[in-house]
């Protein structure tokens, strides 16, 4: 859609003869802005307002002029009741698709995750199997939202963890991890293997 507005400009006091002189003007950039960025589909263009038919009829010719050096199809249909003009314009260059997608890490392409309350409860289960195994300076690395949401509150997760397993729980952030990744580490700053 392109509104054509007159803005403060004013040739003379005829309001119909500035409306067309302004159309005029604007359908010449409309059909040169068409094919320089190669536009297609259907473009409606909403003129000032004219009431002449005369009027409306010249500029209809002119954009049929203005058109007919452009190589695309297309079509130039006549001004509505309502001063609007319909442009059918086939693309001249074939559309360029270039793939920027892929597969989610997260979720391997399901569009779902474990919610951070299941996250917690596998996290929880890990850590006790490791505190059994008498694992000390145990520290999980999670991604920097889980880290955020167990560290939360005076009484944080990992506080709790700390209570529960005897022992502190260290938890650091990694911004490469996945949403749902998580790691645990010893006190040598290795990564315990599950």
Known sequence: MIDVNSGYKSVSSNQEENALQTNMEAAEEIAR?????????????????????DNKKR???????????????????AITKFGL????????KPEMTINTQEVCPSCQGTGKISSALILEDEIEKNLSYLAMQKHKGLTV??????????TKGLISKRR?????????????SNNNYHLTEFHFFDSNNEEIRL
């Open 85 to 92: 003009m319909q442009i059918t314009r086939q693309r001249m």
């Open 160 to 172: 709790r963890w700390s209570w529960k397993f005897g022992q502190k729980i260290g938890l650091s």
């Open 141 to 150: 690395s999670v991604h920097p939202i889980l880290y955020a949401y167990l």
């Open 59 to 77: 500029l209809h010719e002119a954009m049929e002029t203005l058109m007919r050096i452009d190589r695309a199809k297309h079509a130039v249909l």
């Open 33 to 53: 802005q068409l094919r320089l960025r190669d536009i297609g589909g259907i473009i409606v263009v909403d003129f000032i307002d004219m009431k002449l038919p």
